[in-house]
């Protein structure tokens, strides 16, 4: 069973940077063939698809976060990254990773809230 774990959220000014780590354990070395993705739910809303990376590298963005965000991958550490910079307070949010489509097990997630 693979367990997702997030860290790194926090509360930051606009304009502020933060980056948030996801580590899968109990994947093994099929993380690495899965396209990691992180995702977003505001309170109330649906989740919403922040930003993916493939297998092989290649990333691909929400419009909102597109030049402020960069998703990496470390899949000697089965960890997934994601670099915020440049906040907004519409940035707020839980943030969640998982593979894409979302098939894993949903981890506890980690609250990013940007505000002065």
């Known amino acids: 069973q693979v367990q997702l774990v997030e860290s790194g959220g926090g509360l930051v000014q606009p304009g502020g940077s933060l980056r948030l780590s996801c580590a899968a354990s109990g994947s093994g070395s099929i993380f690495s063939i899965y396209a990691m993705a992180w995702y977003r739910q505001v309170s109330g809303k649906q989740r919403e698809l922040v930003a993916h990376i493939t297998s092989g590298g290649s990333t691909n963005y929400a419009d909102s976060v597109k030049g402020r965000f960069t998703i990496s991958r470390d899949n000697a550490r089965n960890t997934v990254y994601l670099q915020m910079n440049r906040l907004k307070p519409e940035d707020t949010a839980v943030y969640y990773c998982?593979?894409?489509?979302?098939?894993?097990?949903w981890g506890q997630g980690t609250q990013v809230t940007v505000s002065s």
């Open positions: 998982n593979v894409k489509p979302p098939i894993w097990p």
